[in-house]
C-alpha cells in the first residue's frame, strides 16, 4: 500500500496559509491563496483601526495646538482620514502578497489616478476648488455671501461643497467650482458696507428739499456711518420720477443689520416726505383717440 503524502507546511508561502496546512491539513495549493487574502483582511482591518484611534485624534490635537478654526479643521480632518485608509490599503495589498508596500502604493495610486481623471471630473474639479477655498479664504463660516444663482449665510464648508443657509432658512449645497469659478461678493468682509437706495419724487416736486430730507433721515438714523458721510446724487430722470440715489454707510455689517437700518431709514425718510408733502409718484398712461362705430346690423349671440 502507498502511503498517503501529508501536506507540508512549508509548500505554503503565507502565515495562515501554513497554518491551515499544518492545523487543518489543506492542501498549499488553496491554503495559500485564502491565507494571502485573510492577512490582508486582518491587516487592514488592524491599520484602519489604529488609524482611527490613535492617529487622527492625534491630527486633532496637533490642528488645536495651531489654533485651527472648524473652517480649516474640516477638510484636514477629512484628508488624514484618506491617508490612513489609502496607507492601509496599501500595507494589505503587501501583506496579501501583492507586491512589495511601495508597489502596492504605486498601484494604488495609479487606479486612483485612472479613476478619478476618467470617472470623477467633477468632482476631482469640485475638490481642487475647496482647496483653493480652504487656501485663499475668501469666505469663512457665517459670512453674508452672494454668488450668480443665490446668496445666505455660509454653514460649513467642505472640500467638495458649501453649504449656504438661505434667508428663507433652506440649506444649499452648493459645489465649490461654482463659486470659485463665477463672481463671488462677500459682503461682510469689510469692516463696513455701502447701502444703495433710489427715492423717486415727481417733477414738480423740490429736489433740493427731498435731498435735505434724505441726509437729514440718515443722519439721524441709528447704524448709519457719519465718516464716510451720506450723499445724495440725482441719477435718474424716469418717465414719471425724478430719481434721487441715497448711499450710506453700515459699520460691521450683517445681513440682520443691513435689512434693519435700510427698513427703518426707508421708513424715516417717506414720512418726512408726507410730511412736507413731497410726492412719491407711480406710473401711469395717458389714453388718446377715439372709438368708430360702422354702419349695418349687429351680430347677436344665438
Do not use: C
Not at 100 to 128: C, D, E, P
Request: proline residues 5%.
Amino acid at each position: 500500500m502507498i502511503p498517503l503524502q501529508q501536506p507540508n507546511p512549508a509548500d505554503a508561502g503565507s502565515i495562515v496559509g501554513k497554518f491551515l496546512v499544518e492545523v487543518f491539513g489543506i492542501s498549499a495549493h488553496f491554503a495559500d491563496p485564502i491565507g494571502y487574502a485573510a492577512q490582508g483582511i486582518i491587516v487592514f482591518v488592524t491599520l484602519y483601526v489604529v488609524g482611527k484611534v490613535a492617529v487622527l485624534p492625534l491630527v486633532d490635537r496637533a490642528m488645536d495646538r495651531r489654533g485651527l478654526d472648524r473652517h480649516a479643521k474640516n477638510p484636514l480632518q477629512k484628508i488624514a482620514l484618506v491617508a490612513v485608509v489609502f496607507v492601509a490599503l496599501a500595507v494589505a495589498f503587501g501583506a496579501a502578497g501583492r507586491g512589495s508596500v511601495l508597489t502596492s502604493l504605486a498601484t494604488i495610486a495609479a487606479a486612483a489616478t485612472l479613476a478619478i481623471g476618467f470617472a470623477l471630473q467633477v468632482v476631482l474639479q469640485n475638490f481642487v476648488a475647496g482647496v483653493f477655498i480652504f487656501a485663499e479664504k475668501p469666505f469663512r463660516l457665517g459670512d453674508w455671501i452672494m454668488w450668480e444663482d443665490g446668496e445666505g449665510v455660509v454653514e460649513d464648508i467642505s472640500l467638495r461643497v458649501t453649504r449656504v443657509r438661505s434667508f428663507d432658512n433652506e440649506l444649499l449645497t452648493v459645489p465649490n467650482a461654482q463659486l470659485t469659478n463665477d463672481v463671488l461678493t462677500n459682503l461682510v468682509e469689510a469692516d463696513k458696507l455701502r447701502v444703495k437706495f433710489v427715492f423717486g419724487i415727481s417733477y414738480d416736486a423740490d429736489v433740493e428739499r427731498a435731498t435735505e430730507i434724505i441726509l437729514e433721515a440718515a443722519e439721524a438714523q441709528e447704524g448709519i456711518m457719519d465718516d464716510p458721510e451720506p450723499s445724495v446724487r440725482l441719477t435718474e430722470l424716469g418717465a414719471s420720477s425724478v430719481g434721487l440715489q441715497s448711499r450710506i454707510w453700515i459699520a460691521d455689517p450683517s445681513r440682520a443689520d443691513v435689512v434693519e437700518t435700510r427698513g427703518e431709514y426707508v421708513t424715516a425718510v417717506k414720512e418726512r416726505f408726507d410730511e412736507e408733502g413731497i410726492d412719491i409718484p407711480y406710473p401711469h398712461r395717458t389714453l388718446t383717440g377715439g372709438i368708430e362705430f360702422a354702419d349695418g346690423p349687429v351680430a347677436t349671440a344665438e
